[in-house]
């Protein structure tokens, strides 16, 4: 197994892992599964690139003053505890690193353009169920779709987009599910309804990973686009001398 197959697969199993045991557990528990999730965290990153950890770095940074923003300031969502969970902030570190590795993984790829269409076509379907037939109207699911819709078309990494919508989607569903946290039924100005967990959630991530890839470029790990320069015509070879 690959590196990026092994993080990937390491990620999705410690997502699955910390909801369960957290369900049901108390603030001291929740507090060593947020320990493990830091030393999980800092174990991948040791085996990564300068620019992939000041990247993470970023982004655990921006998603916390977000956790505390959206969650205890505003409202949109309540955890199980009416706190923010220990496990949250590095968690979020490795939510970012599990779609930068798929996203680098698939570049070269048929990943890398099939990548952004699936995410395009099932988050579409889930934002349109959510408009249409479900139980709980989400119309705020449809809005942060379009906006995760126009990261990927125009945005400097559409893979790593996509892959966002994929471990966010799954994180969220488990989450939601679970119990961990609950979305508030309408946005903190009480203008669209949200789902539980909303469509298109991603979208609101990407946000973050534009942090982590804002960062990359500033420190050189993802270089920006270079103008075309034409080909310039190959010249003949000079006539050997006959002096």
Not at 49 to 58: E, F, G, L, P
Not at 101 to 120: D, H, N, Q, Y
Not at 183 to 195: E, I, K, P, Y
Request: glycine content about 12%; proline content about 6%.
């Amino acid at each position: 197994m690959n590196r990026s197959a092994a993080v990937t697969l390491t990620v999705f199993a410690w997502i699955l892992a910390v909801l369960l045991l957290d369900a049901g557990s108390g603030i001291w528990f929740q507090r060593v599964l947020g320990l493990g999730t830091w030393a999980l965290l800092i174990g991948l990153l040791w085996g990564e690139s300068r620019s992939t950890r000041w990247q993470v770095a970023a982004v655990v940074v921006a998603a916390t003053a977000l956790e505390y923003t959206a969650s205890g300031l505003l409202g949109l969502y309540t955890y199980r505890l009416e706190n923010i969970p220990s496990f949250v902030p590095p968690g979020h570190g490795l939510v970012y690193l599990a779609a930068l590795t798929i996203g680098r993984a698939s570049l070269g790829t048929w990943a890398e353009f099939t990548l952004p269409k699936v995410a395009l076509v099932l988050g579409g379907a889930w934002a349109l169920y959510g408009v249409t037939i479900s139980s709980r109207p989400d119309s705020g699911g449809l809005l942060l779709f379009l906006i995760l819709a126009v990261f990927i078309l125009r945005g400097r990494a559409a893979a790593v987009y996509a892959a966002a919508f994929l471990v966010t989607g799954y994180l969220e569903l488990l989450g939601t599910s679970i119990g961990t946290w609950a979305w508030s039924t309408h946005d903190f100005l009480g203008v669209t309804a949200l789902g539980n967990p909303p469509s298109g959630i991603a979208g609101g991530y990407c946000f973050l990973d534009m942090v982590g890839l804002a960062a990359a470029v500033r420190l050189g790990g993802i270089a920006p686009p270079r103008p075309h320069l034409p080909e310039l015509p190959e010249l003949p070879e000079p006539a050997a001398s006959t002096a």
